[in-house]
């Protein structure tokens, strides 16, 4: 009598966690569906762009393609395989590279003139990096020309790439010294003709973690994904990087040991280990144990050697002189 109705009254109990928890478990499928792959953040690679702007570096076709191909191995989302409109000699690197089949997306820089993007096309890039220069001092310095004859040229460059099928990401060169409104007129244009992602470049490094939070925080309803070029003229390029992705960015470009002009690039190491272990809202595609691998394999072709105290792919990253602040 009594115990079976116990039974009974448990099990309907038992019975109700097991329903919960397998709806517990189906609301969290749909979540990971729906919401997973927002928190996937991709990679932009330009060690064999920006990162080859290194004075003294210079790397031959066969290296390209070795550096290339585990770029590719390790879960790079786009490789920017180099400047179509540089030489001939680069253009031979660009198009050995697009013709190995890689996953990867693989992007030529470009200006927005039609003769940069001619060459583009003639390497068979799938996309191109088409930086527009959105500071006063580059458009009226450099360039000379209005604010509207620049917009002008982004859009005419925009709808050229879209009418010959290339992918446009759009970067705003020196974009942390823009007029905000003025940067996101140029996005706004570029999206409207067809631009797929926009990039914010800070070219001098001058952003702290601070302002580039507000920055990106401040354009997170641009409607296309945001990325975010990085250099580390105050040693601050990762850190900036981590707050324009809590800001607001869903991608960012990086070079391998940080190589680039003067202080270098956000390192690609620091950024992706640091995601991985220390921003659990967000994730990668990169296999992060290929890491030191690919980071060995860019210093010993480069030339560039990596400093002993560098984090995670120094020499002395891991070792404790003392035997102490080593457990774990
Ligand atoms: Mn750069």
Redesign the pocket.
């Known amino acids: 009598g009594f115990l079976w109705e116990f039974h009974f009254a448990a099990s309907f109990l038992y019975y109700n966690y097991y329903c919960f928890f397998l709806i517990f478990l189906f609301l969290n499928c749909l979540c990971y569906i729906f919401f997973g792959d927002f928190m996937k953040v991709k990679v932009l690679d330009?060690t064999l762009r920006?990162g080859e702007q290194t004075p003294g570096v210079s790397l031959n076709t066969m290296e390209k393609i070795r550096i290339a191909s585990k770029l590719d191995e390790i879960g790079l989302d786009y490789i920017e395989a180099g400047s179509a409109i540089t030489s001939e000699g680069e253009r031979e690197s660009i198009k050995k590279i697009t013709s190995q089949g890689f996953n990867a997306e693989i992007l030529s820089f470009s200006r927005p003139l039609t003769v940069d993007i001619d060459y583009c096309l003639e390497c068979d890039v799938d996309a191109v990096n088409l930086v527009v220069p959105t500071s006063d001092l580059h458009v009226f310095d450099k360039l000379k020309i209005t604010k509207d004859e620049l917009v002008g040229m982004s859009n005419s460059a925009v709808d050229y790439c879209k009418d010959h099928g290339l992918i446009v990401e759009l970067s705003a060169e020196d974009a942390s010294r823009s007029d905000l409104d003025f940067l996101r007129h140029v996005f706004s244009n570029a999206i409207d003709h067809g631009a797929d992602r926009v990039c914010v470049?800070d070219?001098v490094g001058i952003l702290t973690p601070y302002s580039s939070f507000e920055l990106f925080n401040s354009l997170r309803d641009i409607n296309a994904p945001l990325s975010c070029?990085c250099?580390n003229d105050f040693g601050l390029a990762v850190a900036n990087t981590l707050a324009a992705l809590k800001g607001g960015a869903s991608e960012f470009?990086s070079t391998v040991n940080g190589i680039?002009?003067r202080a270098g690039?956000t390192s690609f190491e620091e950024c992706v280990v640091s995601i991985d272990r220390l921003l659990p809202e967000f994730s990668t595609y990169i296999t992060i144990n290929e890491i030191y691998d690919l980071s060995k394999l860019v210093a010993r072709l480069t030339g560039v050697y990596i400093q002993p105290n560098k984090a995670i792919v120094g020499e002395n990253a891991f070792a404790h002189e003392s035997g102490i602040h080593s457990d774990g």
């Open positions: 330009t920006d470049c070219t070029h250099h470009h680039g002009e690039n």
